[in-house]
């Protein structure tokens, strides 16, 4: 298919701005979303991504409903302090693209995405191709990773595993975090369906990380078909909490305790199993380093700013709140303690704020609902339309709240900024204001609060 949306005139160049070539990049493709392999795999070839991943690197790739950017983290950050050059490829972003491609957890600069952009973009016209967005940008994160000369590749799939543009690399290493009921459009409306599109990341002979006690059929079968060594949380590693600083880490080889990292436990156990079924070379003494040091914005991201307690989590379907609220409950009890033994409490009770919005296509009715029935002290929900097309309105979001909550718990506004400022304002020092919800949810709140100009 040729490039008909826009004309060479318009295309960018090496002197471009990083902010002109994404915006050119959304307009290339008519479709923001456009599953498969077909237009993709030629440029990939003519780039020669493919075939330097297979000859030079090793490659975790990491798919799954949930947990996938816990998961790449800390694969990532153990392979780093091993020693690996490790390349890390995530989406979406929250505050700035560059987010979406590390090396040794440095995010690569403007300069290096331009110039992989130009080569994609020139690779593109060759092949007489037009791509979406996310493959423009996948293609120009895997040229990058090629010409950093990379050991380790870990790398986040996008949307589902098999059609994913991601899919085009071989792993040596596949992980599946769990399989739940997102995305109904594009991957189905049952596990079985979304599991055979998540085990699309299997190759013959590799050996495959499932994070979950429960697989689906469609898995156990591409497990069979590529006689794939699995290994299965809950069956050949497990994980328990020791106290708040230590947690315990088994699998039938070792046993382990090791630092509490600041990410989920069902997460980094699943990275560690990863991590130590692999070649590479990982001693002890690079897991703890890599534990202790590991962070990722907007996972159970914990922080005090503007004179109050912040909790943001990108928690954006029901297994996703799931994982919230088992932090978050113990979190609560450890703030309302702490709270409740400061002299200069107000006489207010001590509650939870949300700033809370979700995109149209998620199942916004089974997200408040686990929210709301979770026994939090939750007095308010400021909510607002997120700036993107998939955007759910601030009506549509009153509205499924109203079946939940008071109508004078709900406060409304046009934009995240102007609901990031209410919230200050509508709060105490002593509250919790947890920010969920979607990626884009957590991104504008937190550009809100770093323009700090809330007052």
Not at 5 to 30: K, R
Request: with cysteine; glycine share 6%; aromatic share 8%.
């Amino acid at each position: 298919m040729s490039d008909s949306t826009v004309s060479n005139s318009n295309i960018p160049n090496e002197h471009s701005s990083l902010t002109e070539w994404l915006d050119y990049m959304q307009q290339i493709h008519v479709s923001a979303i456009d599953m498969g392999l077909s237009r993709v795999l030629p440029v990939a070839e003519a780039l020669g991504v493919v075939q330097s991943a297979k000859d030079d690197a090793y490659v975790f790739t990491v798919a799954g409903t949930n947990g996938k950017g816990s998961t790449t983290a800390v694969i990532a950050q153990i392979c780093q302090a091993a020693g690996y050059k490790t390349a890390l490829y995530q989406s979406p972003h929250l505050s700035v693209f560059n987010e979406r491609v590390r090396i040794n957890g440095e995010m690569v600069s403007d300069e290096t995405l331009i110039d992989a952009f130009s080569k994609v973009e020139a690779a593109r016209l060759q092949c007489a191709l037009t791509l979406s967005f996310f493959e423009m940008t996948t293609l120009a994160a895997l040229l990058i990773f090629a010409e950093a000369d990379c050991d380790v590749w870990v790398l986040e799939v996008g949307l589902g595993g098999r059609l994913d543009v991601v899919n085009i690399i071989d792993p040596d290493m596949a992980v599946i975090t769990n399989i739940a009921i997102d995305h109904v459009d594009w991957l189905g409306d049952n596990v079985e369906d979304i599991g055979r599109e998540k085990a699309g990341i299997l190759r013959d002979g590799i050996t495959l990380v499932y994070g979950d006690k429960t697989m689906p059929a469609s898995v156990q079968q591409a497990i069979a078909t590529h006689q794939a060594t699995c290994y299965q949380a809950g069956q050949d590693f497990n994980y328990r909490e020791v106290d708040t600083d230590v947690w315990q880490y088994s699998n039938a080889a070792v046993t382990m305790q090791l630092p509490r990292p600041a990410l989920s436990l069902t997460n980094t156990s699943n990275a560690l199993s990863a991590v130590l079924a692999s070649p590479l070379n990982i001693d002890k003494s690079a897991i703890e380093q890599a534990l202790q040091t590991v962070k990722l914005a907007g996972r159970f991201d914990y922080r005090e700013t503007h004179n109050r307690h912040w909790l943001f989590d990108v928690a954006h379907n029901e297994q996703g709140v799931e994982f919230l609220l088992a932090q978050l409950l113990p979190l609560w009890q450890q703030h309302l303690a702490t709270q409740n033994s400061c002299a200069h409490l107000s006489s207010k009770p001590v509650s939870i704020k949300m700033l809370f919005s979700m995109l149209g296509d998620k199942d916004i009715k089974k997200v408040v609902q686990r929210l709301t029935e979770a026994g939090l002290p939750i007095s308010d929900w400021f909510i607002a339309e997120i700036d993107y097309p998939r955007a759910a309105s601030t009506e549509k979001l009153q509205g499924i709240l109203t079946s939940y909550v008071d109508s004078a718990q709900i406060h409304e506004f046009r934009r995240l900024s102007e609901a990031t400022a209410a919230v200050i304002k509508g709060s105490q020092a002593q509250d919790l204001i947890v920010v969920c919800g979607s990626f884009h949810t957590i991104g504008e709140a937190l550009a809100a609060l770093a323009a700090d100009n809330l007052n």
